[in-house]
């Protein structure tokens, strides 16, 4: 965030409760389809929608050259990005939107640790701590033993730390191109990826359920949007408690419209998840570093 511009605390806490209404409207509509539409379908339908959003974008895209090293790097997260967005709505079609919100929480977790290996950020003992508690934050959710952890559980783990990975990657690109370029080439090569598994598994869409995808695919663009907008006007470590409320919202609706019961035990591991990633971003703001823990959703561009 820009230090000169004057901070808005209140106007970033509204921004960001805005983005988490997209956001969570984003899982409702994916939830909403159902498994008939297959994960990877559905989630190309997704990016090759969102492609209409990015075309104000194509100017400053391609304003500087890029070198070859940084197209591998953009291939790479396209393919990793896909991956993690077939596996996420495939678990958005079999388990309670709370347990995804929940567990999506673990995605900056993961990319402090990615960090501390890749990018040589240290880990002092308070993140390792919070590290920890983010990890007996996740078993609380799953419960091993004490309830069946099925393959959407499991499949919304991976979507975690596939989605931390490419956040990583997002952060080496940045740093040697425009913004617009790195989540331009994101949606470009998310969609070419998915292609053939979307074509080799292809079930037609009715026009309803292909209005429903738009609608994914605008509210993800608004959500991030008004996310960068929360950025601009005030610290991270004030915006990122917020979205802890995504999963108040998320186990609402899940609820009322889907008649998903309400589960005390994915609350509190969401609430120690989420207490961890805001400790950990607070500490980054306070030790006047860059921050590399990202804010809950900034790793699903």
Known sequence: MDQSAPQRPVAGVLWMLFAGFCFVAVNALVKYLGPRIPAVESAFLRYLFGLVFLLPLVPRMFAEPI???LWAQFVTRGVLHAAGVALWFYAMARI???DVTAINFLSPIYVTIG????????????????????????AIILRPGLREISAGHWAMMLAALVFGGSYLLAKITVDKS??????GMLSVF???????????????????????????????TVGHYAMSLAFAVAPVSV?????????????ILGLIVF????????????ALIMGSVSFITWREARLKRRPVTPVVN????
């Open 178 to 183: 425009n913004p617009a370029l790195v989540v």
């Open 190 to 220: 998310v969609t070419v990826a998915l292609a053939p598994f979307a074509v080799t598994h292809w079930v037609q869409p009715t026009l309803w359920e292909f209005a429903v995808l738009a609608g994914v695919a605008a509210f993800a």
């Open 96 to 98: 309670a939107l709370a």
């Open 67 to 69: 070198a070859p090293r």
């Open 298 to 301: 900034a790793t699903k561009l």
């Open 259 to 270: 008649g998903e019961p309400l589960d005390a035990w994915v609350m509190a591991g969401g």
């Open 115 to 138: 960090a501390a290996f890749f990018l040589g950020e240290k880990l002092a003992f308070r993140r390792i701590a919070a590290i920890v508690l983010a990890l007996i934050g996740a």
């Open 239 to 251: 915006t990122q408690p917020v979205t802890f409320l995504q999963l108040v919202w998320a186990a």
